[in-house]
């Protein structure tokens, strides 16, 4: 798989409650790790099993390094990356004691990434049926060059999709809406969702989307799972029972346990309910996809796991 997004230098410490200007804080842990939507997303689809190739951009700093050498370990092809003149793209994640985060971030590379329109020549797609673009709303060059990348994905008889994460500009729907109709799946969280189109029921929100051409819109709800909607059917999944250290990276992880479902020819519910594991797998570790478990390790943790009642929320 072809996987597209920011790749980012984390600091993560913890925890952090109510941080004092002039004092000085302990803290348990502070760890230097592997960021952004687009590496995590393509690290835990690489620990899962499914060949993943990302597209990013990096510094020519010692973070890039480190993070490229860290991929590469992993078995995610990097060749797809490009070395900028530029400081890698960095982040102080900070989280409390419930597990929730405050990022300080310098975008550095995130800044100048994806200029240009992706090409999908033929040493990018050999081997390779699916391009995901992570990192839509938080890459600002993405904006301007997604739809057409997403168009030249389909054309090079990829299947396609898109997690949106959080938009800092505000531009949502006006920003998004060109890409949906070359979209297969389109991932949202109930946040982003309810910005995008109003909505903060996720199956009018899912409506509004397919109704853009889009095949297939996710929804992740956070601790009530997720939900799979489709301009037939639509699914909610329960969450898994798990004690919460770190939401980071749980979105990305959820999105990699779903499309190595599909990758493997899985049906969609299976495919919500590894994504639902991997999430939850994720948040019980510090750091964006250190918790995430080999295919078969995840299916044997799903076996002994306890699942939430189900609830779909929304009004």
Known sequence: MICSGSINYDIV???????????????????????G???????????????????????????????LDQLRRAGVDVSGVTRLDLPTSTTIVMINGEGNRKFLNRPGTSGAAFAAPVEFDGALISGMAHYHMASYFILPRLRKTACETLRRARAAGLTTSLDTTWDPLGEWMDAL????????????????????????????AAGGILARGTRAAVMKLGSRGCAIFTPGSETYVPAFETDCVDTTGAGDAFVAGFLAVLMRGGPLRTAAEVGNAAGALVVQKVGAVTGVLNFDETLAWMRRAAVRPLTHGGA
């Open 13 to 35: 410490v913890r925890p952090v409650e109510a941080p004092q200007w002039g004092t000085t804080t302990f803290v348990d842990t502070l760890n230097y790790l592997v960021g």
């Open 37 to 67: 939507n687009g590496a995590n997303t393509s690290l835990a689809l690489s620990t899962l099993g499914i060949p993943a190739r990302l597209v990013g951009a990096t510094g020519s700093d010692e973070p890039g390094r480190y993070l």
């Open 177 to 204: 809406a060109p890409c949906l109709e070359h979209l297969d799946f389109l991932f949202m969280n109930e946040d982003e969702a309810r910005m995008a189109t109003g909505s903060v029921n996720p199956a009018v």
